[in-house]
């Protein structure tokens, strides 16, 4: 009994080792001093999203079973005999991913004096600033020259505009819906900033705010070319400030509307507010949250990515994935993927380059053509919690795993051979293949990343959806601002959390005497 109990806490141990690169933590944003958990795979409520994400793919495996007919598997996947054909195989050999060829961290080292201002700039910096500064007041004048002359509009000063963005920024901070109730007398007022510029400069500065005045000559299809500068800009910040960990996830972040409002807010609020137009990919740092690179891809109306002429929501996944990965070929990173984009032919294009994938899988969702039948559909034999089985051809391999319903991973970055543990708080240890395990533990962090980042929107809302992306872009800006000063000798000195930060940048932003966070 002894050495079982030994044999179990050696397991225990060795697959929290492999983990210790993954900085799970509820101080994330630094809200709750230590960590909660030493345990970065280990589930601290039965209500994690990490849970109901997989658990929710179980659900839909089960009604998709259901409603096909029996024996049958879903589009494009192979017989027994055409899989034999096509080299799969139940002979599991080792595979050994080679090493990453980066260091993971800031690309370059920020003062102990930085400040919240100086980490936000390095993603807008002064010349981004000025950009708006210029297109802004080129619109006002073109805009009035056609419409008639507005008496109240002069030119935006770079003091202005820095202190328009403080507005907008300071709604995630305080979580108002409009931005206009800073100068309201209502619950919430703030008196403190309020001071620094007039309710009617602003919405002169929001009415004429501009990133591209004019339509292009070349690509004027373009759905995006009034942000699409901005964006390009940004893109480039990111990857010159940050290189990433090896382990990198592709993924939609959340950023649906607060529940809070929508439960409290009228039904003339709600017919107001009009249906996102757009979805937002990023690839995220699994192991810090930083989000590395972003596409965007309009639901409505012409693009000139190729992505609005895609209807097939597999190829349109698949685009986006080789768009955020474009960057990265030849470096030995190892890509986790939802069941959208999991697809045995991303996964060997990919390879090609030399990354690596793993994946969920969805007989309704994913792509599974190329792929074993006997794999895809439940057998008449009930299959025992912690069960699995595996094929493999060449590298790749395609597991089943059965935990309250059948899992299937796509992958050729974990060993089949290599064996992994699932640690819940009510059901204990569940025996897993190492890329399950690893699967759970890089997507509870983005799920616990997510779950913190979403409190830190910024809540102005405009109807345009140009807009839209950039304020959403904004926030992203803010929060691997974050990410780096928490990483920088700055953070020895003030350990301010995410709200203070964002409060300090504010305050930075309206060129405040004092700006210390009130929090």
């Not at 589930?43 to 997989?54: E, F, L, P």
């Not at 003091?159 to 920024?169: I, N, P, S």
């Not at 070319?225 to 990433?244: A, E, W």
Request: hydrophobic share 35%; glycine share 6%; net charge positive.
């Amino acid at each position: 009994m002894a050495e079982c109990g030994r044999k179990a806490l050696s397991l225990l141990e060795a697959a929290r080792s492999r983990y210790e690169s993954l900085q799970i933590s509820d101080d994330v944003f630094g809200e709750s001093g230590d960590d909660s958990s030493d345990n970065p795979f280990y589930s601290t409520s039965g209500d994690s999203d990490s849970d109901n994400y997989i658990a929710e793919v179980g659900e839909e495996e089960q009604q998709q079973q259901q409603q096909q007919p029996s024996g049958a598997g879903p589009p494009g996947s192979l017989s027994r005999s055409q899989a034999e054909e096509e080299g799969w195989t139940e002979t599991l050999q080792d595979v050994t991913v080679p090493t990453y060829k980066e260091t993971y961290g800031p690309a370059q080292k920020m003062p102990a004096t930085a400040t919240a201002l100086d980490f936000f700039q390095l993603f807008v910096p002064d010349n981004c600033i000025q950009n708006m500064i210029t297109q802004t007041n080129m619109y006002a004048k073109k805009f009035q020259e056609r419409f008639g002359a507005d008496e109240g509009w002069r030119p935006v000063t770079a003091q202005e505009m820095k202190a328009f963005l403080g507005f907008v920024t300071s709604t995630s901070v305080h979580r108002c819906e409009s931005v206009l109730s800073i100068w309201s007398s209502g619950f919430f007022s703030n008196r403190s900033i309020a001071l620094k510029m007039s309710q009617a400069r602003f919405e002169k500065i929001l009415k004429y705010f501009h990133i591209v005045a004019f339509r292009p000559s070349q690509g004027s299809n373009q759905g995006l070319y009034k942000i699409q500068p901005f964006l390009d800009s940004l893109q480039q910040s990111f990857g010159c400030t940050f290189r990433p960990s090896q382990t990198q996830v592709l993924h939609e972040p959340l950023i649906d509307e607060d529940p809070v409002f929508i439960t409290t807010c009228t039904e003339r609020e709600l017919r107001k507010r009009k249906k996102r137009k757009f979805s937002l990919w990023v690839r995220q740092c699994t192991s810090t949250g930083f989000i590395c690179q972003i596409s965007v891809h309009l639901k409505e109306g012409q693009g000139t990515d190729g992505l609005a002429t895609l209807k097939n929501k597999p190829q349109l996944h698949s685009l986006v994935a080789k768009q955020l990965c474009q960057n990265i070929s030849g470096k030995n990173t190892i890509i986790f993927t939802g069941p959208s984009i999991t697809s045995l032919s991303l996964f060997t294009e990919f390879s090609k380059q030399d990354i690596f994938c793993c994946g969920l899988l969805s007989t309704r969702k994913s792509d599974c053509t190329g792929l074993p039948q006997g794999m895809l559909v439940c057998g008449s034999t009930p299959a025992q919690r912690g069960q699995s089985r595996v094929m493999m051809k060449g590298s790749m391999s395609l597991i089943s795993w059965y935990n309250k319903g059948h899992f299937r991973f796509l992958t050729n970055a974990y060993s089949p051979t290599k064996q992994g543990l699932i640690i819940k708080r009510k059901s204990g240890e569940i025996p897993c293949p190492l890329a399950v395990e690893a699967f759970a533990a890089h997507l509870s962090y983005i799920c616990k990343y997510d779950d913190k980042y979403s409190k830190y929107f910024i809540f102005h809302k405009p109807n345009k959806t140009w807009q839209q992306v950039f304020w959403l872009s904004i926030s992203i800006a803010i929060n691997n601002a974050y990410i780096l000063y928490k990483m920088s000798d700055a953070y020895t000195v003030k350990r301010y959390s995410r709200a203070q930060f964002g409060e300090r940048l504010v305050r930075e932003l309206l060129d405040l005497d004092d700006c210390s966070p009130t929090q």
